[in-house]
């Protein structure tokens, strides 16, 4: 039995063992074949996340099969593929090839001499008098022209249109400065007649028509009633860049603010007048073309074309101006005012090479405004009071909209220049002469300017934008009248505030923030919105104003108050990050004062080199720096005497901030 037993299990395992070894040769004999079918092929392979587009639109995986995927093959599906990625370092290489040639171009452009136009433009002309007329411009042209809606015709007005519903960069302002459809060339903008209003409308619509113009074509007719002179017969040909800083005028942020349509905006006035004024005109050019080559510092070869063209706009200009303002007659208050406010954006971007103090123009404005009595004239109701005024004749209420909307910008330009120790000769004589409700009433004329030029045609949906936004640039004209009013008690002994005026002011200010309705527009600050709309970006703009100004009247107090600036510029870092975060350069122009006293104030070093980095403006900027070495020198806060006194010393030709005046 035992015998037996162990023959059994001898058998039994043996049994096993072949069973196993042929198991294993039969599995590695049918691991080596191919498969039998392509249905076995496409099983074996490995499934991903991406593969053809229709397995992508479905969100299933896909086998990647070439030329169709198993399971497009399985549902008869079309397989469609995608085109070949390109990787973002070659697609980025490619933008940068454009960019580059964009910019070969526009120096190209630049170089041309004014001669060669000249003589390109000289080509065509014939000796009749029909030939230097508006003949030369051709009969698609002509047919233009003999439309009062011309300035608006389809061509024109989708240009416009879509000028203002995108931000230009600079590859596309650059890439325009060839294109002969874009621009007005200059052998189209020859000598014309100008011995007839006819003649003169028709040059002014051809301008602005291709100029994507700001306005109805009726508002060019030039006629008796016209706010403006007759159009001036211009000393030479615009070249290729002239007229793109015209566009430039018309297209950028740094010159129409957030959602106002340049359609309808106050600087689409003043374009009218530079059309029709030299002076004006020259003035505009330089503004603009210090603004393009200001916004292209990091091309070092189209900068400094760009700011030697605006340097011979300025000196024409200029000269002209000076012709205006010597002659014995009364002088067009209008372009006076308006080649002030040019003059003042020209300047506040020149190099420091080309230096001019803005206190002179400060001077010049105030002379000017005292020897006609301009802030009386614009304030007057009656014949007989704007006669005592010194005015020759009665200003129609449009026009005196217009003045008050200028002087009110130059006021607030002058104000900071005042504080800067720069300026302020204009700013205090405003002040002392009409009271801050005299400027109060000055600001009350100048708010109807828009509705009041375009009259009956002035969209509803602007109208109700200036409502909405009026709260939040009263108050900014509020805090800058107070800013002024520490001017006039502090500037001229270097002394600090006394305790009743101190006390004065600090009530006026409290009673800004809890007055209806400037209460809402604190109310609007609160909000955490990314995207901040013109209605929140006046907001922003009108609160850090304001909370720059606690700042600069606790360092002007001779009590501190240490938490309640502490909270002030707390509150203000916050808003201006929020507000900066949009990336609008023209929101980051409006808040370089509010910026500085942010800065010299804070003792986060994180939001000191953060708020360096903002500052664009380069006469703050360095005496940002100044000051807070000295204070870490001292070990305390320096006095607003000092202050002062690094702004004069670091001043490049007045201040760069933008203060929004595009934005009524």
Request: hydrophobic share 40%; with cysteine; charged share 25%.
């Amino acid at each position: 039995m035992i015998t037996t037993k162990k023959i059994t299990s001898h058998t039994s395992s043996e049994s096993d063992c072949n069973w196993i070894t042929r198991f294993v040769f039969e599995s590695m004999a049918s691991s080596s074949k191919a498969p039998s079918s392509p249905s076995d092929e496409q099983s074996t392979r490995k499934r991903t996340n991406t593969g053809c587009l229709t397995c992508r639109l479905a969100r299933v995986k896909c086998d990647e099969g070439r030329p169709d995927c198993s399971r497009c093959t399985r549902l008869k599906l079309g397989c469609e593929w995608a085109d070949k990625h390109v990787p973002l370092k070659i697609r980025r290489r490619e933008e940068q090839k454009k960019r580059e040639e964009a910019r070969r171009r526009q120096s190209r452009a630049i170089k041309q001499k004014p001669a060669e136009s000249s003589a390109s433009s000289a080509t065509g002309c014939s000796g009749s008098a029909e030939s230097s007329s508006l003949m030369m411009f051709g009969p698609e042209l002509l047919a233009q022209i003999g439309s009062r809606s011309a300035a608006l015709s389809p061509r024109n007005k989708a240009l416009s249109l879509s000028a203002f519903t995108s931000k230009s960069t600079d590859s596309d302002l650059m890439c325009n400065i060839s294109d002969d459809m874009s621009l007005l060339g200059p052998e189209l903008f020859r000598t014309m007649d100008m011995s007839s209003p006819d003649s003169q409308a028709r040059a002014s619509s051809i301008f602005l028509g291709y100029h994507s113009a700001p306005s109805p074509f009726a508002d060019m007719d030039i006629a008796s009633t016209s706010l403006f002179a007759t159009l001036p017969a211009v000393g030479g040909p615009l070249n290729a860049t002239d007229h793109q800083a015209l566009d430039y005028y018309q297209k950028e942020s740094v010159f129409g603010f957030g959602s106002k349509s340049p359609i309808w905006s106050t600087h689409a006035i003043l374009l009218h007048a530079a059309i029709q004024n030299q002076a004006v005109l020259e003035l505009l050019l330089a503004a603009a073309l210090s603004e393009m080559g200001h916004w292209h510092h990091s091309d070092s070869a189209t900068r400094p074309l760009l700011l030697k063209m605006a340097e011979r706009h300025y000196s024409l200009g200029r000269r002209e101006l000076t012709k205006v303002l010597a002659s014995n007659a009364e002088p067009d208050h209008l372009v006076v005012m308006a080649s002030f406010w040019f003059l003042y954006l020209h300047q506040r971007r020149r190099p420091c090479t080309q230096h001019v103090p803005y206190a002179e123009l400060s001077v010049l404005m105030g002379d000017h405004v005292r020897k006609y009595r301009l802030h009386q004239m614009m304030l007057c109701t009656s014949s007989s009071s704007a006669a005592a005024a010194g005015t020759e004749a009665v200003s129609p209420p449009e026009r005196k909209a217009v003045l008050a909307r200028l002087t009110i910008w130059l006021f607030w330009a002058d104000a900071q220049s005042c504080f800067q120790g720069e300026g302020g000769s204009m700013a205090r004589l405003l002040l002392q002469s009409t009271s801050p409700q005299g400027m109060l009433d000055l600001y009350e004329r100048s708010r109807g300017t828009l509705e009041l030029y375009w009259g009956k045609r002035y969209p509803e949906h602007e109208l109700v934008d200036d409502i909405q936004n009026s709260s939040a640039l009263e108050l900014i004209h509020h805090t800058w009248i107070l800013v002024q009013e520490i001017n006039e008690a502090t500037t001229d002994f270097f002394l600090a505030l006394d305790a009743e005026t101190s006390r004065t002011i600090k009530t006026k200010m409290e009673a800004l923030r809890t007055k209806f309705p400037f209460s809402t527009v604190f109310r609007l600050t609160e909000s955490t919105a990314r995207v901040r709309d013109r209605l929140l970006a006046n907001a922003d703009w009108a609160v850090c104003n304001y909370y720059a100004l606690r700042i600069y009247h606790f360092r002007c107090s001779a009590v501190a108050d240490d938490e309640s600036v502490a909270e002030t510029v707390a509150a203000l870092l916050m808003l201006t990050q929020k507000s900066l975060a949009t990336k609008d350069k023209g929101q980051s122009d409006r808040l370089q004062w509010p910026l500085f006293w942010a800065g010299i104030e804070t003792a986060d070093t994180i939001y000191r080199d953060w708020i360096k980095d903002k500052l664009t403006d380069r006469g703050l900027k360095a005496a940002l720096e100044m000051v807070l070495w000295e204070q870490l020198v001292v070990g305390e806060r320096i006095g607003m005497d000092r202050i002062r006194q690094i702004c004069r010393l670091t001043a490049v030709g007045g201040s760069e901030s933008g203060f929004g005046v595009w934005a009524a």
